[in-house]
């Protein structure tokens, strides 16, 4: 079991702020956290507010120490107590002592039993420490008293940030990332080896998206589709051979990447992303690859970035053609970056809200569906459509420097714009980007933050 902690970037800031305060004296703040949990693998908290504690709330605030009222405490745990959420301690070490300290270990395990007694054992607490530059380390408390290091802290936002203990600038990067590391430095490829993504959907961009996470040296991924090979499918499957037409597309992709031999951990899913096995790789995913046609697949992993605060980067791509002229009308592709703080699909209109209600349908209630087929009120069905592998890989591409610009930061002017549309049938480099801006939506899911880092709740992502 792995204890990790994802932090909104908003919160990250406001306890930076906070705790590296000009006086150098320790400072204190609280977190408050919902969890996502999936058993015998991850415990997650996720942050959902931040409470901080002002300078006439301390009774001593000093460089190396820092002591408060405990009724403070306990109106947070009042605060909490129906919802079942965690408590995270938050302190700063002015002089960068990079470890908790006895009066830490004293201190936090007396708070720790007095949050255990008034608000039960339902739940886990953690305490964090803000280094002088904002690296955070961390442990969970559990319900008898013991901790745990905290393995993974990601601060999820236009950035992506990873701290974790065994980050270090002695890495010894494998001789296979070494042109890589020329490039981007030795941070980057330690950070892509602790990673593990997801990639729904293993098509034509989701199967090129798998090898270039792999040959990025991505620690571990996890392939998401229910899908077999066919025929016409060999002009744009990355990896797949005509000897491989009837397998599962998630099976030949693993194997090839298997064949790579560059130690990427990998593992399947045949089924279609609402499954439990499914849900659970998703939860455990510290980043997700949108790469299906499936509108009702969209619905969920658009909550989903939310709901978790797991960064979705969504794909897709539509080429229209002039009936019998065989004139491109249309050739465009679409990256989508998704977190907390940022428009989502839906007031983004990326998703076929009516498409999705159908294909849901189709997999749930196949004879309803036939009806509603029969009836010619079905919009989605057609020709097959075209697609050519040139601009599917295309965009894979485009979506992959989305996650290593949002980690590695090589493009700083770009991070603005979370949501980025190509005309590939235009004169020019054809791309328009569209500034992310909350425009004060009135929707549900990114137009207001209840839902934001909700984690684990009944029913799932709140979808009757
Ligand atoms: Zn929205």
Redesign the pocket.
Known sequence: MKYTLTIQESHYSELKNHLLNEDLNEHVAFVICSRSLVNGVEERLLSREVITLSNEKLIISEPTKVSWDNQYFIEILKKVESKNFSIILVHNHPEGFNQFSEIDDKGEKELFQLAFNRNGYNTIHASLIMLPDGYLIGRVWKTNLSNVQISLIRIIGKRIVLNYPDKTSDYETPEVFNRQQLAFGKALVQDLSKLKISVVGAGATGSATALLLTRLGIGELCLIDKDTVEQSNLNRLHGAKLSDVGKYKVDVLQQYIKEIGIGTKISVVKSWVSDKECIDHLKTSDLIFGCTDDDAGRILL?RFA?FYLTPVIDMGLIIQVKKDMNEIQDLQGRVSYLYPGN??????GNINTQRAYEQDLKRNNPESYKKLKNEAYVIGEGDPSPAVVTFTTQIASISVNELLNRIQGYNPSLLDFPHKQFFFHRYGDGSEIFPGNISN?E?????QSNYWGRGDMQPFLDMA
């Open positions: 658009n939310y428009d989502c699909l839906i007031t983004k939506n929707c549900r899911i990114c137009g």
